[in-house]
């Protein structure tokens, strides 16, 4: 029996008409096959994974340090190691003016996952093995504002969003720890540094969404429903 979320990602993938490929984020204990076992960052393997590679990230090949705190796989710096981090994004990357800005931003935004987990899976999500917590798209501008509307289509309920952070806090860990759907530009650097195309917007949808996003297609506009629009709201736009 075919996994369902393969077939919820194609119908999504062919409706948006995506160019690049929906990435399945799965965290997990087990041992898992597959992955190219190199060292990575999340920032880099998520752009990789979109145009069909697939990675298993650990603590032990989990290039970036800060992706491994963000999305749990060690514990947050502290000491030397966190006057390093206020060092380097005040000082080196330059993201952020001081150290209380950083402060901020790190402590008004949702925590790192820390512990959940021994390894991260990502790869392309119409070929995942295993059942996805997340799912992340890489889509424009128009397609996002579609994803964002058949997302809460049911309940009407807005997504409370958390733009800023790293690539990795917004698109994978904020969604993983709150079940919210999220959406992103990313952080400059990683954007920089990964060669993302300009119009890239990162939008997360926890799985457990999938199923009712779907179902929306059908009856939504924003999926495939057509626009039913009275005739004297036709002639006053005219």
Not at 19 to 26: D, F, G, L, N
Not at 111 to 135: N, Y
Not at 140 to 158: F, K, M, N, S, V
């Amino acid at each position: 029996m075919e996994a369902a979320w393969k077939e919820e990602l194609a119908t999504l993938s062919e409706l948006l008409g995506l160019e690049h490929r929906p990435v399945a984020v799965t965290f997990t204990n087990d041992e898992v096959d597959g992955g190219t076992g190199e060292m990575v960052s999340f920032c880099k393997a998520l752009k990789r994974a979109a145009a069909g590679e697939s990675f298993v990230i650990g603590r032990e090949n989990s290039a970036c340090p800060g992706g491994s705190w963000h999305c749990g796989l060690s514990e947050p710096p502290s000491g030397e190691g966190r006057r390093f981090i206020q060092n380097f994004l005040t000082r080196g990357e330059k993201l952020t003016h001081s150290i209380i800005s950083f402060h901020r931003m790190q402590a008004l935004g949702s925590p790192p996952p820390t512990g959940l987990s021994e390894r991260i899976v990502l790869g392309p999500g119409e070929e995942a093995g295993l059942r996805p917590d997340l799912v992340v798209f890489l889509c424009d501008g128009e397609q996002a504002c579609r994803l964002i509307t058949l997302d809460h289509y049911w309940d009407g309920i807005p997504p409370r969003v958390e733009l800023t952070g790293s690539l990795c806090h917004a698109a994978i860990a904020y969604p993983a720890v709150t079940g919210r759907t999220n959406v992103t530009f990313g952080d400059w650097t990683a954007r920089r540094m990964q060669g993302y195309p300009p119009d890239v917007v990162f939008v997360t949808v926890p799985y457990e969404r999938m199923a009712n996003l779907v179902a929306a297609v059908p009856r939504c506009s924003a999926g495939n429903a057509p626009l039913d629009i009275p005739r004297e709201i036709e002639e006053h736009l005219a």
